[in-house]
């Protein structure tokens, strides 16, 4: 497989899992989680294979993202891009990247829905899921710009 194939196989993954139905069962919630938390960590290995696949021309040694991606890291015009959108909170990478570390923590990143009927909702609040899945869309959309700029190279 082409390391473009791979990162495409990993997205592709990751959203068939946000698509798929928890169902109705006493597992649903628990079931969710588990596709969420599953589409998170497929994202966070695709962003690696992206890494790798754009980065191919400077031959880097390791691709792992914390390292690629951190302000003194190789200087390359694709990872400077991603840099900076990285930087921006509110952009598919920055958020991205804050569920991934909320991923490796003993918490982890999904939630389980407020079951405290008290408690009010947040007219405009998505699930975990659903941020994911609109994040992946834009994703898609850099990608195809990361490797216009790689393939010139």
Partial sequence: ???????????YQAQLLLEQEPGT????????????????????????SLLREVTEHARLASHDWRELLATDGHQVAELQRLRDIAAQPD????????????????????????????VIAVGNSVSLGQALL????????????LRETSQEW
Avoid at 1 to 11: A, D, E, I
Avoid at 134 to 145: C, D, P, R
Wanted: with cysteine; aromatic share 6%.
């Fill in 25 to 48: 069962d006493e597992q649903a919630i628990p079931r969710q989680m588990a596709h969420e938390e599953g589409a998170l960590a497929l994202c966070e290995l695709a962003l690696e």
């Fill in 91 to 118: 952009s598919w990478l920055g958020w991205w990247i804050a569920r991934f570390n909320a991923l490796h923590t003993n918490d982890g990143a999904a939630r389980r829905p407020s079951a405290n009927p008290g």
């Fill in 1 to 11: 497989m082409t390391p473009q194939g791979r990162t495409n196989q990993l997205l």
């Fill in 134 to 145: 609109s994040s992946l869309a834009q994703a898609k959309q850099e990608i195809v710009t």
